[in-house]
């Protein structure tokens, strides 16, 4: 079994900035992707970033360039630096791990105000 701790959501106002951590824990075997995920209220949940064990990352276009993902294996953890942030960016933030099976966080969550 895998557990997935995000932190680091909060209210911010448009422009700000926040840096979001994943932590995994348990029975953790060859990841090959850590990412994340958001959900805002009446939508489906999207691809934000994701990060593979050998760096390469995948970026969302709506948030290219105010974004970064990075990954710290030795802790088994990844971050999410978000930066100029629009209120558009309000949503729930997953985390999400895939080694042979998928897991998900519980979900931080994220506002940006206007």
């Known amino acids: 079994q895998v557990q997935l701790v995000e932190s680091g959501g909060g209210l911010v106002q448009a422009g700000g900035s926040l840096r979001l951590s994943c932590v995994a824990s348990?029975?953790?075997?060859?990841?090959?992707?850590m990412g994340w995920y958001r959900q805002a209220p009446g939508k489906q949940r999207e691809l934000v970033a994701a990060?593979?064990?050998?760096?390469?990352?995948n970026y969302a276009d709506s948030v290219k360039g105010r974004f970064t993902i990075s990954r710290e294996s030795a802790k088994n953890a990844v971050y999410l630096q978000m930066n100029s942030l629009k209120p558009e960016d309000t949503g729930v933030y997953y985390c999400?791990?895939?080694?042979?099976?998928?897991?998900w966080g519980q979900g931080t969550e994220v506002t940006v105000s206007s």
């Open positions: 990060i593979t064990s050998d760096g390469s990352t």
């Open positions: 999400k791990l895939i080694n042979s099976q998928l897991y």
């Open positions: 348990g029975r953790i075997f060859s990841i090959r992707t």
